[in-house]
């Protein structure tokens, strides 16, 4: 991984865990997702939105069916 892009993950993990006024790239800072059905919002738009972006994922649950795998998959193939 670039060392960029690790210094700028850093700053928005340091930023967002442990000092909140410290400045960090909005993209490497984590942000809390829920399904807010007033504002139109859904953890699942969220999840998408990354995984068009990103160029590997991991995912770690308690728990997902095959219901919940398959729009991630189709998704991840339309990159």
Do not use: H
């Not at 807010?36 to 069916?65: W, Y």
Request: aromatic content about 8%; hydrophobic content about 40%; some cysteine.
């Amino acid at each position: 991984m670039d060392a960029n892009v690790i210094n700028e993950l850093k700053s928005g993990l340091n930023a967002a865990y442990i000092n909140g006024s410290v400045a960090a790239n909005l993209a490497y800072k984590p942000a809390f997702v829920s399904n807010n059905p007033e504002d139109g919002k859904k953890v699942i738009s969220s999840v998408e939105d990354e995984l068009l972006r990103c160029d590997q994922f991991q995912i770690s649950v308690a728990f997902i069916t095959m219901g919940g795998v398959t729009p991630l998959l189709q998704t991840w193939t339309k990159r």
